[in-house]
């Protein structure tokens, strides 16, 4: 986690674009202090029978479904700049270049969580700072 | 929001149908209030091999998972009308056609949610009515 | 449910592997008494280029999406062994096959939930035993 879902229409992204808007998404991850391999992103390509807003095919949307763990973040204004932060990675990629672009912020339960078969360390203890580090999961009896 | 995402066997809608069923779809939402532009619908074709049901292949069930914001649905006899409101929805592209289908309605929150670098107005206000109108978001200083 | 979502490489898994997986996560769930055909596993296969780990190109990751009913397991250790039990199912999928894993559960609500337009019978019910016996829903007059 995060997990990014990136729905799009055929051909909008090179793959240099997605990996630079994959780095720019990693990039604001690990500037608060998450481990760099924390952040999937996936891009899928729709064709635009696929693809429908408003009922009708669409070829200039993009979709995107973002999974955080819940991290009791219960006050409002720190929720409203979480996701005002998720839209400033987005709008180079979406509207900067004329493409329409919802997206909402899934929460899911840190406990039901596994990396390589283990535990991610609570966030911000020292053991996160080394997976950080080793950008990798470290066993606990490392 | 909503979003559909209707992962279906290989062949099994025309590009037809899967814009009658998106359109279904969306006027179910338009009925209630919302602009159409929220439904985004989504066709995923998966073939047999990847796509079991019971740890066999499937070549003949849709699985779809609609996510809905959470607007405080508790009353359970609602939210139970809801489900039956989608599954109105589907029957006539499943079971009339023969196909064994499952879905279920995920809620998330409405305020991690953006469109186009807005935040939605408020479920029911005056500015949703504005957005439902011009079937497009409108900036609030417009 | 449960649906799992298994998004992975290119070519890492052959019809047979795929279909020894689920059969797999089919067993397990079979073995706490859900019907066999509840659960429904999908494969989706991602392109370098569209898959990318800590804002780099992966061509071995496997990235899974659990989806699960609230069954208000809110007892901290059974969480924690349900987690390890998903775990298990995929390591000799995942890591002993040398490939990177994560995966998460998300729950959702169990009322917003339908099969062949039906409402599943209650968790441990006899109707529930009844499904699995039939491993097919049956309609309440039936």
Redesign the interface.
């Known amino acids: ?1 995060p ?1 990014w879902q990136i ?1 799009h229409p055929v051909g909008v992204y090179s ?1 240099q674009a ?2 630079d808007f ?2 720019d ?3 604001h991850y690990t500037g608060v202090g998450l ?12 064709g635009e ?9 669409s070829a200039n ?1 993009v ?1 995107i ?1 973002v ?1 955080h ?1 819940a991290r009791h973040i219960d006050e ?1 204004r720190r ?2 700049r ?3 932060f ?2 400033a990675i987005i ?1 180079p990629y979406t ?1 900067d270049r004329g493409l ?10 840190r ?7 283990l535990w991610p360390p609570d966030a911000g203890s020292e053991a996160e700072k080394a997976w950080a580090a080793a ?1 990798s999961p470290i066993p606990p009896d490392a």
């Open positions: 986690m997990l729905y793959d997605k990996q994959a780095a998404i990693t990039r481990p760099a391999f924390y952040v999937v992103v996936q891009f899928q390509e729709l029978s696929d693809f429908l807003v408003g009922g009708k095919p949307t979709r479904v999974s763990l409002p929720r409203r979480m996701t005002e998720v839209n709008v509207a329409h672009c919802e997206f909402h912020i899934e929460e899911s339960a406990d039901l969580w596994m990396i390589d078969g950008n």
